[in-house]
């Protein structure tokens, strides 16, 4: 599989925070840069205002 990017651009988030769940069983993956899910396929990317949750070895066949 490829990797896959999917960006959040916020602006002004101020004291809040970007969450990252996993749909098909509302799994949290990461709040702000703290990563919780144990799969190594997941990374946490912060430039700015741009959050992108960077996922290793994406399969368009397969759901998150």
């Given at each position: 599989?490829e990797n896959?990017f999917?960006?959040?651009i916020?602006?002004?988030l101020?004291?809040?925070?970007?969450?990252?769940?996993?749909?098909s069983?509302?799994?949290?993956?990461s709040?702000?840069?703290?990563k919780?899910?144990q799969?190594?396929?997941?990374?946490?990317?912060?430039?700015?205002?741009t959050w992108t949750l960077?996922?290793?070895?994406?399969?368009?066949?397969?759901?998150?």
């Amino acid at each position: 599989g490829e990797n896959a990017f999917l960006e959040c651009i916020v602006k002004n988030l101020g004291n809040n925070s970007i969450s990252w769940l996993r749909h098909s069983n509302i799994n949290l993956l990461s709040v702000g840069k703290f990563k919780y899910s144990q799969d190594p396929r997941y990374q946490i990317l912060h430039n700015n205002d741009t959050w992108t949750l960077k996922v290793f070895y994406f399969n368009k066949l397969r759901s998150l």
